[in-house]
């Protein structure tokens, strides 16, 4: 058996179990979500699991593209018969990442398929896939990670100054497009200025 309550309503047990003072001893099983984690290959240092998400399309979208700007790999468990929808409704959201399919975790068929979304899309659609099922996705990538091109940042500022724009609202425009200070981009500003 797998650790109880994750992802299913039986919390609701042991709240009532506290409230009449009863003694709650955890035991752990294997963990799905943990496991798939661990042996995807993904970033794990940081993780956000969603459990299965809403049944309802709209619904469904509209978690997505709440989890469009996630940065943590994100962790969902998913019925097989849902898995060619969910993958093809990933890739439209949140577009092509790296993510890790776990099937069958710590039982005799146990697989993982690793690629980009687009491919376990190709994977799953060339195959039945039986049995439970955790999917593991990269978060958006960390635009700021990279060094900006200040070289760009600058050309861009003159560029937006000599259509009429001050320095102010160049800087801000600036700033937001290459997502850096724009404290800095201001200051790259008073050194066009005094050019």
């Known amino acids: 058996a797998g650790t109880p309550l994750v992802s299913d309503p039986g919390f609701e047990i042991v709240q009532r179990a506290i409230a009449l003072g ?3 001893v955890p035991v752990p099983g294997p963990s799905a979500h943990l496991l798939a984690l661990v042996a995807s290959g993904l970033p794990c240092k940081r993780f956000a699991f969603e459990g299965f998400l809403p049944e309802r399309k709209a619904d469904r979208l509209g978690r997505l593209a709440e989890l469009k ?38 039982k005799v068929h146990e697989e993982f398929l690793r690629g980009s979304l687009s491919l376990l899309s190709e994977l ?19 635009v700021g990670e990279e060094k900006p091109d200040w070289t760009q940042v600058l050309e861009e500022l003159s560029e937006q100054m000599s259509k009429g724009l001050r320095l102010k609202e160049a800087s801000q425009a600036v700033a937001t497009k290459y997502k850096v200070p724009k404290s800095k981009v201001y200051k790259l500003g008073l050194t066009l200025l005094k050019e």
Request: some cysteine.
């Open 22 to 24: 009863m003694k709650v």
């Open 69 to 106: 700007v996630e940065k943590r790999t994100m962790i969902f468990y998913v019925a097989p018969h849902d898995l060619t929808h969910l993958l093809e409704e990933l890739l439209l959201v949140l577009g092509n990442r790296p993510a890790c399919l776990a099937r069958e975790i710590t």
């Open 124 to 142: 799953v659609g060339k195959r039945q896939i039986r049995g439970e099922c955790t999917l593991v996705v990269a978060g958006m990538p960390y």
